[in-house]
């Protein structure tokens, strides 16, 4: 029988322990505060930007949130992110994607300090990761992590298929597997026999925003597979993984919704609390 990995509670117990940790940083006199930037007004991402809100304020942290026009300039959005880079009682800044059109998202995403860039993906954070520095990892990959952790499934000699090479999944989770020693294997647009990578795999990471993508022609009988992706139908929330087929033939699956939705939110709880954490050390220096 295939388990279903509970996402849900296990990221319960991340956002817990780090409220616990909050408690203990703010009786010191320093609590941890997040700064949401949301352009325009994008249901999805107003969605995705409250659900953020809500978590920081359990948790106990501060809630710095800055909303502008859909039309804003360039310049303007860039001011307020160096506005909250300036401000001490800001330990983390996330900048909603996508952006509108007209803004050019990497060179923004860039404004923001290594220091207080919980969503990892500037050019400087990526940098660290990719050399294995102390640094501020991209959320979702550092879920998938944590939820093997979880589940106690061993990364070291493990072999990996990532199936996906974006920005913001693929590629650092590839670096990030790759340190705690699996052996990777990475698959994208152009690979031509995708269940050639993905059946010799223990375990098969999906993060290509293709709905349904996966199925039981990719996956070996008993392997883990994890599923990124998250797509909205008539009939509710799907991935990029044909779960119901896979029953039987998994080993353990991350169902949609559900898997690895909320650890990204307690990655991004546990990524602030970490810039507050260690822009109190002496030798931290922004950048």
């Not at 809630?63 to 160096?82: G, N, S, W, Y």
């Not at 919704?257 to 609390?273: D, E, K, Q, R």
């Amino acid at each position: 029988m295939t388990t279903r990995i509970d996402g849900t509670g296990i990221a319960r117990r991340i956002r817990s322990q780090v409220a616990e940790e909050v408690a203990a940083v703010a009786a010191s006199g320093r609590v941890p505060g997040l700064a949401t930037v949301l352009v325009g007004d994008d249901p999805a991402s107003a969605v995705y930007v409250a659900a953020k809100r809500r978590a920081i304020k359990e948790a106990g942290m501060r809630d710095f949130h800055r909303h502008l026009p859909q039309h804003a300039p360039h310049d303007d959005v860039a001011a307020m992110i160096d506005e909250l880079a300036a401000a001490p009682a800001v330990s983390g800044i996330l900048l909603q994607l996508p952006l509108p059109r007209h803004l050019d998202a990497a060179t923004l995403i860039d404004r923001i300090p290594v220091t207080k860039d919980v969503d990892g993906l500037t050019t400087a954070s990526l940098g660290l990761l990719a050399r294995g520095e102390r640094g501020l990892r991209p959320c979702t990959p550092s879920g998938v992590i944590e939820l093997l952790d979880a589940e106690g499934i061993p990364l070291k000699g493990a072999n990996v298929a990532v199936v996906g090479w974006g920005e913001l999944v693929g590629k650092p989770l590839t670096h990030l597997l790759l340190r705690r020693g699996a052996t990777v294997s990475v698959a994208h647009e152009f690979t031509t026999d995708l269940g050639a990578v993905t059946r010799p795999a223990d375990i098969v990471v999906v993060a290509t925003g293709v709905r349904g993508l996966i199925g039981p022609e990719h996956v070996r009988p008993g392997a883990v597979v994890i599923d990124v992706g998250i797509h909205r139908t008539p009939s509710g929330l799907a991935g990029d993984v044909r779960t119901g087929e896979l029953d039987g033939i998994a080993g353990r699956i991350t169902p949609v919704p559900g898997g690895v939705g909320p650890m990204t939110i307690a990655m991004l709880l546990v990524n602030t609390l970490r810039a507050a954490q260690w822009s109190a050390e002496p030798d931290v220096v922004a950048a």
